[in-house]
């Protein structure tokens, strides 16, 4: 099918494309300099500095779907623009719509109270927080979020968390406030899908302890605030669980299809930008006397590389489709689809312009070894891709039984 935008969409976008020409590409650098300098424990002031910019642009929480808070961009609407916001590492979070902050912040707006939404959603709204997500634990396989072994549970007139998290996106940065916690607090309800819950956990409540940031291939801060986070009888008034004992598996699903189609949607940018590095590459250096561009291999990697953007970026504008007018339940397959499929096909395209580019592609002067571990650890977060496939399989199948 044909797949068009408002009026809205294409002027949004217009205006983000001059923002990146004019704000963002120049200060790439910069970014990653400060990254590297100050560490994942620090605020990076050049983010600080062009979040005004943004906002008083009106390029402010565009991921929000159509709701009090937000724009009331469709997913359709939102998926051209978040393509270009994930061109560049430094862009989202300028935006404020950046992971984990965007995930939260639907959990918080779909399912928190107006004492919840008062506390930490309006702070995170106008960027003046960060907030993290932490569900993912060390010591069992998260892939399968029934496994969990942390714990949330009552005491009076509040709930005791306890656990060990880590890939807590966010947890490192000094304006990280609140972080969602996900826990079991009934392990013998025979429905493994109602055992968990979620809870909102200041970051400074006693007993939580950010241990360490975990570096993805060796960046720290940039990609990913990686960090494990100790919970170590965290007491939490009650008033702060999510929705209800027993729902943190159904908040997970609401807050994980969204998340995962815009890091597809940021990841086809992504791959999009190192293609374009790719061709400029090649069209400026010679080897065995002739231009690297007129060299077979390298046209033909340029040709598949096109091939496999356009063919995610059409399966991702299905799935947003999907997602607006059936539901993100019944858009389940389409999700999962393009979570699989988009992550690999960047990694292919980055792999090939690291290649083409030579060895200068693997020091991230031009920001192909982090485009690289961004593109890799997608392949992980938010469930990797054998559980994906797993779901995919089983829905076809189940046309046949």
């Avoid at 560490?39 to 009090?68: C, D, H, I, Q, T």
């Avoid at 993912?136 to 998290?165: F, L």
């Avoid at 040709?303 to 504008?317: C, G, M, N, Y």
């Avoid at 571990?373 to 990797?384: E, H, M, N, Q, W």
């Amino acid at each position: 099918m044909m797949f068009t935008f408002s009026p809205r969409s294409n002027d949004l976008r217009e205006r983000l494309l001059a923002f990146m020409d004019e704000h963002i590409y120049p200060n790439e650098a910069r970014y990653f300099q400060e990254a590297e300098e100050l560490g994942p424990w620090k605020v990076y002031p050049v983010v600080e500095a062009l979040k005004p910019k943004a906002r008083e642009l009106g390029l402010w929480n565009l991921f929000l779907p159509p709701s009090p808070h937000g724009p009331g961009l469709s997913n359709l609407d939102y998926a051209p623009l978040c393509e270009v916001m994930g061109r560049s590492h430094l862009a989202p979070e300028v935006f404020n719509c950046s992971a984990p902050d965007t995930g939260n912040m639907e959990v918080l707006e779909r399912y928190g109270t107006a004492q919840q939404q008062k506390a930490w959603l309006q702070p995170l709204l106008d960027g003046e927080i960060r907030s993290c997500f932490a569900m993912t634990e060390p010591q069992v396989a998260s892939s399968d979020a029934t496994n969990i072994e942390s714990t949330i549970v009552r005491d009076g007139d509040a709930y005791v968390v306890n656990g060990r998290k880590w890939y807590t996106t966010n947890a490192t940065d000094p304006r990280c406030r609140i972080a969602i916690f996900m826990g079991k607090s009934d392990p013998a309800n025979p429905d493994r899908h109602r055992q968990q819950s979620m809870i909102l956990v200041p970051m400074d409540a006693p007993g939580v302890r950010v241990i360490r940031p975990l570096p993805v291939f060796g960046f720290y801060g940039v990609p990913d605030r990686a960090s494990e986070v100790e919970f170590d009888n965290v007491r939490v008034p009650a008033d702060h669980l999510l929705l209800g004992e027993g729902r943190g598996f159904e908040i997970a699903q609401g807050r994980l299809g969204p998340g995962r189609i815009h890091h597809c949607m940021r990841l086809i940018g992504l791959a999009e930008r190192m293609l374009e590095i790719m061709c400029r590459r090649t069209l400026s250096r010679k080897a065995f006397g002739k231009l690297i561009a007129d060299q077979g291999v390298t046209i033909e990697r340029i040709a598949e590389s096109r091939i496999a953007i356009d063919q995610a970026r059409l399966l991702t504008f299905n799935a947003a489709h999907r997602m607006d007018t059936v539901g993100n339940k019944v858009a389940k397959a389409e999700i999962a689809m393009i979570k699989v499929a988009a992550p690999n096909m960047a990694c292919k395209v980055i792999d090939w312009a690291i290649q083409a580019y030579g060895g200068g592609g693997t020091n991230n002067d031009v920001g192909l070894a982090a485009a690289y571990a961004t593109a890799r650890l997608l392949r992980l977060a938010d469930g990797p891709d054998e559980v994906h496939r797993q779901q995919i399989g089983k829905l076809e199948l189940a046309k046949y039984r």
